[in-house]
Structure formats: C-alpha cells, structure tokens
C-alpha cells in the first residue's frame, strides 16, 4: 500500500512561489496517477491537478492554468505541484492522493472518489 508525504508548504505573499512534495512509499508509486488537490476554510475540497504515470499527461483546474505545475519523478517516488504567481485565494491545505482508477493508464480524473490514501495535508498561506 502507498502512503504519502506531503511537505513545502507555508506562508508566501502573492505573486510569489512554492513548491510541494508528495513522498510516496511502496513500490508500486510508479504506476499510478497522482493528484493534488485543496480545501479552503469553510469550503469543500477541490481539484488542483493531476498527472498520469509517466507524466506525459496533465490535467489542471482552470483557475490554476498557466501558474501551478505538477510534476513527478519516480526515481524519487516523489510528485510536485509547483506554484507560481500565487494569490490569496490559492490560500487553502494542500493533499496529494492517488489516483486508484489509473495503473499505467492515461487517463485522468478530477473526481476525489477516485482518489485513496490521502496525505496529512499541508498548509499553504498567500498573503495579499
């Protein structure tokens, strides 16, 4: 079973950047989809990102296009979502999930049903 780690959040003012981590342990990361997604306060969790086994096929909310950037490397059993330009409403925790419906498959999914083994969370503040 994998279970992840997420780190790099924090406090940014806008317009800056971050990037999160999402370690992954077993042996078994390589083959699965990944995706990030974001709860802010008072509101449901939503759909950031995602990335299929191999990373050649990314799928990104629209309000993210353009700023946010996910990434994997499964040397390091690691994904990453990459945040620029960031802004106040970016402010929410931060988890990454897999994908349970996508083993070395291209296919990808917003829906968080399809999505297991949840990470701690992490903060990520954007100060105006």
């Keep these: 079973q994998v279970q992840l780690v997420e780190s790099g959040g924090g406090l940014v ?74 802004k106040p409403g970016d402010t929410a925790v931060y988890y990454c999930a897999r994908d349970t419906g996508s083993y070395y498959a291209d296919t990808l999914t917003y829906r968080e049903d399809n999505y297991a083994g949840w990470g701690q969370g992490l903060q990520v503040t954007v100060s105006s």
Excluded: H
Aim: positive net charge; charged residues 20%.
């Design 13 to 86: 003012q806008a317009g800056g950047s971050l990037r999160l981590s999402c370690a992954a342990s077993g042996r078994t990361f390589s083959g699965w989809a990944m995706g990030w997604f974001r709860q802010a306060p008072g509101k449901e969790r939503d759909f950031v990102a995602a990335i299929n086994w191999n990373g050649r096929s990314t799928y990104y909310t629209d309000s993210v296009k353009g700023r946010f950037t996910i990434s994997r490397d499964n040397a390091k059993n690691t994904a990453y979502l990459q945040m620029n330009s960031l």
